[in-house]
């Protein structure tokens, strides 16, 4: 009846899902979330897309992990993991929390000492809290002894934060989304927001509804393309030819703005010389857009009042992703369309904290607030906030810890809320490694794929369940509140992560999550000035935000850039091809990526009803054209294989990608498309290549 739908309590807190960052209401009865409403949030102003309105309910699935799991003796790691609730205490036994920390913890004191600090790694995760971020890569720091510590901002914008660090000194997003709207020229790359940052593309909408001229680039026509102003369908793996093509315009015809080049920049020269070679006639062919788009494409971003770019991982997961976002950083920096209102560069960040997790240092190479570890001033600084000595030696990536397994170089991992057995590029291979570990920790709030391959399993709290910050894609770091408890003995994940930190010799004692953010205010001058009775108090405040009573910093660069002399740096680049081309054998590109009802590796959406009845099953985008050279009609099985795997899922009619290119989202266990991609890394960024692959297609198999 009615009654029961009347909630007993209201809590404000923030979506769990993508880095929009929307701000919500939970409406909670006898311990349930009844339902989600928009709040007035500075990202959202009430809107929520419908991950952020319906997927709430998996925090009640039966599937949740409410006691310590450890592993049966001898139950091979065979890395082939179904679903099945009813499997999984064949395969782990259920234990008490004391038994099973002791083993977590004590075995990876063990293996430290036996092997050195080297031989451990761990992996948080970007939908935890910053305060969980932040202890996690301390305990890696300080417990395990070594920087071997990252997470899935590695598989996002990790190349985007290379390019933007060494160009301009900052890694963050220069402007908010909400920037579009005073924008005069947007131009969007290599980014789906419709179905990825739904709430940012309404505003994007907004603005053009308002007169905003928009771009949109991408090999796959989204649906934003609609409301292009122009849209450039380039082939896929060309963006610099494109964007090289466009920077040549800029300068050939006097389009720069000298006098920020002038006093704000260096480098100029060389990038002038590198982009006479790429006309737009000579890159017409290249990038498939014709001479003259390309033309007056660079002279309306040229010559706006203020001019914006957004990107997302179409740019960044290429083993030339740091050269696209090189591109992009040029393009502003020579038409100083970057320090004021409505200009910039804004990397979409995709979970709901990977900002927050790479500030607070959840990245092999960085320290709290992005200062290298190989930096001696940087690591002195956290040895005495610490009390330890610090490892000098960068950790080693995502996809280097897999490789460092094989070797046997690493034995142990400790891996909080990420799931590499699904988001893992070539996943066979990283389940493979994951496997071969002497001793895997998982703490999770499902039996994830990667759950299925652990010694231990430590039942955690979902974001619902829990306090603490989180820091959107525009620097905003906003206060999420526990709205519901955690079921049977599930435990909060910063009491986990202390438990395990006492059995690895570290005396912590943290109380509330907020003695956790006022160490991290105290080591993190960027969030020095945010207190936490301000966020009880405002709900969110923006960064930088140097002292009690700064407002914070939405737009930054109006007068330097945080580099050597203040200036912004220009980086040149030249077109490197992707790392494997369609051949003979295999003559498809295969694009992976999200679906806007899906989540990551979709733990967490799969087991939402609502989002879970709109997409049940695994699909493939594939162009009418190729299904009928295929002799495939909608709906009937298809086979994607590559060099190092294959899966079936249901071939779906879609002509937004270009003939020759099927995409395939990386969220169904079922038909695992991570099995099939590349995990060729970026230089620079070490991201692997998600965005392109060579695969064969064959009409059927079994999903
Ligand atoms: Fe959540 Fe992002 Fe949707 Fe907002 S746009 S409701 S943050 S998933």
């Avoid at 928009?214 to 082939?235: G, N």
């Avoid at 704000?264 to 006309?279: A, D, F, P, Q, W």
């Avoid at 969220?667 to 998600?690: H, M, Q, S, V, W």
Wanted: aromatic content about 6%; some cysteine.
């Amino acid at each position: 009846g009615a009654a029961l739908d009347i909630p007993d309590k209201k809590v404000d807190s923030v979506c769990p899902y993508c880095g929009v960052g929307c701000q919500l209401t939970y409406n909670v009865k006898d311990n349930k979330i009844l339902y989600v409403e928009g709040r007035d949030g500075p990202a959202n102003h009430g809107r929520l897309c419908v991950k952020g309105r319906y997927g709430f309910d998996y925090a009640h699935h039966p599937h949740r992990l409410t006691k310590p799991l450890i592993r049966r003796e001898g139950f091979p790691k065979t890395g082939d993991f179904t679903l099945d609730p009813s499997r999984v205490l064949d395969v782990f036994r259920e234990a008490s929390w004391e038994e099973a920390l002791e083993l977590a913890g004590g075995k990876l004191a063990q293996i430290r000492d036996q092997h050195g600090k080297h031989a451990l790694a761990g992996f948080g995760s970007a939908k935890g809290s910053n305060e969980e971020a932040y202890l996690f890569q301390k305990l890696v720091r300080t417990g395990f002894g070594s920087n071997n510590v990252d997470h899935c901002t590695r598989l996002c914008h990790a190349s985007s934060v290379a390019a933007l660090l060494e160009g301009i000194g900052s890694g963050a997003v220069s402007n908010p989304v909400m920037d579009v709207t005073r924008a005069e020229v947007v131009i969007v790359i290599g980014a789906n927001p419709t179905v990825n940052h739904p709430v940012a593309a309404t505003w994007m909408k907004n603005a053009v509804r308002a007169g905003t001229k928009l771009i949109v680039c991408d090999p796959r026509r989204s649906d934003l393309a609609r409301h292009a102003h122009r849209y450039l369908q380039f082939k896929p793996d060309t963006d610099v030819a494109l964007l090289n093509a466009m920077m040549h315009v800029i300068v050939t015809e006097r389009l720069v703005d000298r006098a920020f080049i002038d006093s704000r920049t260096i480098g100029i020269e060389e990038l002038e010389k590198n982009v006479e070679g790429y006309s737009p006639e000579a890159m017409a062919p290249v990038c498939g857009i014709d001479a003259e788009t390309i033309r007056y494409c660079a002279r309306l971003y040229a010559t706006s009042k203020a001019s914006m770019i957004l990107w997302g991982m179409g740019v960044s997961q290429h083993v030339h992703g740091t050269d696209n976002a090189r591109c992009l950083i040029a393009l502003a920096l020579m038409t100083g369309q970057i320090g004021r209102l409505g200009t910039g560069l804004h990397p979409l960040r995709g979970q709901n904290n990977v900002q927050g997790a790479s500030d607070a240092g959840l990245i092999p190479m960085m320290l709290p607030d992005y200062q290298r570890v190989d930096n001696p001033a940087a690591r002195a600084r956290f040895e005495q906030a610490w009390g330890t000595a610090l490892d000098p030696k960068p950790g080693l990536t995502v996809v280097e810890i897999m490789d460092a397994i094989t070797r046997g170089e690493i034995r142990g991992m400790y891996i909080m809320g990420e799931n590499p057995a699904m988001s893992d590029p070539d996943a066979n291979h990283a389940r493979a490694a994951l496997a071969a570990l002497d001793h895997l920790v998982v703490q999770d709030i499902f039996l994830t794929e990667t759950a299925y391959l652990a010694d231990v399993i430590l039942p955690a709290s979902a974001f619902p369940e829990k306090t603490g910050t989180f820091t959107n894609t525009d620097r905003l770091v906003q206060l999420g509140r526990q709205a519901i408890d955690p079921p049977g003995e599930a435990k909060q994940d910063l009491w986990i992560i202390q438990q395990i930190a006492r059995r690895l010799g570290l005396p912590w004692n943290y109380g509330h999550v907020s003695e956790v953010f006022d160490e991290m205010r105290r080591t993190m001058p960027s969030i020095g000035g945010i207190t936490w009775e301000r966020l009880e108090l405002d709900d969110a405040v923006t960064y930088p935000c140097l002292h009690e009573g700064d407002p914070g910093e939405p737009v930054v660069f109006a007068h330097d850039f945080p580099r050597e002399g203040g200036r912004a740096r220009f980086v040149p680049a030249d077109i490197i091809p992707a790392n494997e081309r369609p051949d003979a054998e295999y003559p498809m590109v295969l694009i992976t990526g999200r679906q806007l009802e899906h989540w990551h590796t979709g733990s967490m959406t799969r087991r939402t009803a609502v989002l879970d009845a709109i997409e049940p099953d695994p699909v493939a985008l594939v162009h009418p054209l190729d299904m009928a050279r295929l002799g495939v009609k909608p709906g009937e099985v298809i086979t994607i294989a590559s060099r190092r795997g294959q899966v079936a899922l249901y071939a779906r009619a879609d002509d937004s990608s270009p003939v020759g290119a099927v995409f395939a989202p990386f969220c169904y266990y079922e038909a695992a498309i991570n099995r099939l991609t590349n995990p060729a890394l970026d230089p620079f960024g070490k991201i692997p290549e998600f965005k392109y692959c060579a695969v064969r297609v064959t009409p059927g198999g079994t999903v």
